[in-house]
C-alpha cells in the first residue's frame, strides 16, 4: 500500500520508540516525513533508519512546547520536503506515579508537554492544510486517559488531549481537515516510565501480558498501523474518532473473570 505517496507528514516524537515506528510507516507507505524531537541525535538516528529502508526524511530539532522552535522546524521543513498534509502529535512525557507524589510544578510541567505542545504543533500546521483545503491530525492518546491506571497528571492530560482532538474535528472538519485520537495501551519503548519501571522489574511487561486479552503488550508498529489507517485518504468519514489499540485491556477485566470463575 503506498497511501501517503505525494504527501508529507510530521511526526513529534519521532526520536522515540512509537514515534520512530509511525514515521517508518508512513515513509514506507510513500511520505516525505519530517521526525521531529527535542533530542535531536535521537532524530537523526530515526530519519537515517527511514532512509536505510528507502523512504524519505528530514531530522528537526525541536522542543514541542515553544512555538518559536516549532515555527523554525516547519519552516525548515517546507523548505526541504513541504508542509505537512499529516500531522502526528506523538511526542509525550510523564513521570509522577501517583496524586500523592505530584505537585503543582510537576502538574504544570506534564500538562505543557503533553497538552499545550500539542496546542502549539497543531495550531503551527493549521494555516498550511486550510490553505491546501486538506489534512489529517492523529493525536496519540492513552488508556491512561479513559481509566485510571497511575500516572495521573499524564493522564488528565490524555484525557483533555481527547476533548482538543474533537474540537479540532468539528471546527477544521468543514475545511477538510481530520483529526483523531489514536490511544495506545502498553507498548514495550523507553520511554522514561517504562525505563523506570523495567529496571525495577525487568519481567514486567510478561507480567502484565495477563491483562491483555490477545496475551502480550502492543509494539510501536501496532500503533504505527493504527495512525497510517487514520491519517489515510480511505478513513475519509472518521473524524473525531478515539481508536483504542489495547489487545482488548479496556474491553473488560480478564484477571477479575479468572478470580470470578475460580469462585
Ligand atoms: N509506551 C507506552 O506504553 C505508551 C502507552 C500509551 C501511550 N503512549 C504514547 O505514545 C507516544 C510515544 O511514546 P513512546 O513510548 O514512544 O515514548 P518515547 O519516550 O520512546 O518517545 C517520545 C519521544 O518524544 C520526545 N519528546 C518528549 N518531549 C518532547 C518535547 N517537549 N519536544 C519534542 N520532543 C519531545 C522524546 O525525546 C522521545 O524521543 C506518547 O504520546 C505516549 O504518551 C505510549
Redo the contacts with the bound molecule.
Keep these: 500500500m503506498m497511501r501517503f505517496l505525494g504527501k508529507t507528514a510530521l511526526v ?9 515506528a509511525i514515521a517508518e510507516r508512513l515513509a514506507f507507505e510513500g511520505a516525505a516525513v519530517g521526525v ?4 535531536g541525535d ?2 537523526q538516528e530515526a530519519a537515517a533508519r527511514v532512509e536505510g529502508g528507502g523512504g524519505r526524511a528530514l531530522a528537526l530539532t ?4 515553544d512555538p518559536e522552535s516549532v515555527a523554525a522546524a516547519l519552516a525548515e521543513m517546507a523548505e526541504a520536503i513541504g508542509t505537512p498534509d499529516v500531522l502526528v ?6 513521570l509522577k506515579g501517583d496524586l500523592e507524589s505530584t505537585d503543582l510544578d510537576d502538574w504544570r510541567a506534564e500538562f ?3 497538552l499545550d ?1 500539542q496546542f502549539v504543533c497543531a495550531k503551527a500546521v493549521l494555516p498550511g492544510m486550510v490553505a491546501k483545503g486538506a489534512g489529517a491530525i492523529v493525536n ?5 486517559g479513559l481509566l485510571a491506571l497511575g500516572n495521573p497528571a ?1 493522564s488528565a492530560a ?1 484525557a483533555g488531549l481527547l476533548s482538543f482532538t474533537r474540537s479540532l474535528a468539528v471546527e477544521y472538519g468543514p475545511s477538510g481537515i481530520r483529526a483523531n485520537m489514536v ?12 525505563r523506570i519501571r523495567r529496571e525495577k522489574n525487568p519481567q514486567i511487561f510478561d507480567q502484565l501480558a495477563r491483562w491483555y486479552p490477545v496475551g502480550r ?2 509494539r ?1 508498529d501496532d ?1 504505527a498501523a493504527a495512525v497510517a489507517f487514520v491519517a489515510a485518504d480511505e478513513a475519509a468519514f472518521v473524524n473525531g474518532a478515539n481508536l483504542v489499540v489495547d489487545g482488548g485491556l479496556t474491553a473488560g477485566l480478564p484477571v477479575m473473570i479468572e478470580e470470578l470463575i475460580l469462585e
Design positions: 513529534t516524537g519521532g526520536g522515540g520508540g512509537i514515534g520512530g521531529l524531537d527535542r533530542r535521537a532524530a525541536a522542543e514541542i512546547t502529535n506523538n511526542a509525550a512525557w510523564a505543557e508537554i503533553d505542545g496519540i492518546g492513552s488508556v491512561n499524564y490524555k490511544s495506545p495501551g502498553t507498548v514495550e519503548t523507553d520511554i522514561e516510565t517504562w503488550v502492543g510501536p500503533i
